[in-house]
């Protein structure tokens, strides 16, 4: 599986970004998706997953009720809407996909694309 994430950019704060990952593969459908972020000095960190059967999903506390993760496996893309950005959510987004594990734990994903910057200026 291949990876690509787009959408990252330059947003005031209370503003609003929409990332996309588009996957490679005929089995997108078996992967779990996952959205990963790492800001400068820090480690990566969880945010978002949903469930290869698109039925669950999860979020870290810091973006509940701000962030959804959608995806349309029809398309092989994922999407994480953000709204209500913050400064504190500047980092380099990662997408990732995990073959039929649900779990915040980035070890579990095999697979990881590029990375997308985002930037929330105050």
């Known amino acids: 599986v291949q990876l690509q994430a787009s959408g990252g950019g330059l947003v005031q704060a209370g503003g609003s970004l929409r990332l996309s990952c588009a996957a490679s593969?005929?089995?997108?459908?078996?992967?779990?998706m996952g959205w990963f972020r790492q800001a400068p000095g820090k480690e990566r960190e969880f945010v978002a997953v949903?469930?290869?059967?698109?039925?669950?999903?999860l979020y870290t506390d810091s973006v509940k009720g701000r962030f959804t993760i959608s995806r349309d496996n029809a398309r092989n893309t994922v999407h994480l809407q953000m709204n209500s950005l913050k400064p504190e959510d500047t980092a380099v987004y990662y997408c990732?996909?995990?073959?039929?594990?649900?779990?915040?734990?980035?070890?579990?994903?095999?697979?990881w694309g590029q990375g997308t910057q985002v930037t929330v200026s105050s």
């Open positions: 593969g005929r089995t997108f459908s078996s992967y779990t």
């Open positions: 990732a996909a995990g073959f039929r594990v649900f779990t915040t734990n980035p070890v579990r994903y095999g697979y």
């Open positions: 949903i469930s290869w059967t698109d039925i669950s999903t």
